[in-house]
């Protein structure tokens, strides 16, 4: 998902979240080899940018894999509880919009 694909439907789904307020994060995380993150990223929205081979995220809303071939598609919005996992023996690079959600 390009950013600017992202700050133009993120107004849409913070509505359809409920909410009408909110803030925006770019996160860049850099993964150290086979290193796993769980993020608790509840009352927010986590659209992926850009992601090297060998990174999967999934999250209550699905999962975002390129290399698995069994996965009918890669989704690139992410809530709830996200696990983002390096499954390469080289350090990696993911790049986030997070989407806080302010009531």
């Known amino acids: 998902m390009t950013e600017e694909l992202a700050i133009r439907y993120m107004p849409q789904r913070v509505e359809e979240r409920g ?21 608790a990223a509840y009352n927010e929205i986590w659209f992926l940018l850009n992601v090297e081979d060998g990174v999967s995220i999934s999250s209550d809303l699905g999962e975002y894999d390129y ?11 992410h809530a709830d509880s996200i696990i983002i996992t390096n499954k390469s023996s080289q350090q990696k690079k993911v790049r986030f919009l997070q989407v806080i959600l302010i009531d």
Do not use: K, W
């Open 19 to 39: 909410f009408r307020n909110y803030r925006m994060v770019f996160q860049d995380l850099n993964l150290e080899p086979n290193q796993q993150i769980e993020q």
């Open 67 to 77: 290399t698995n071939p069994s996965l009918s598609e890669n989704i690139h919005e």
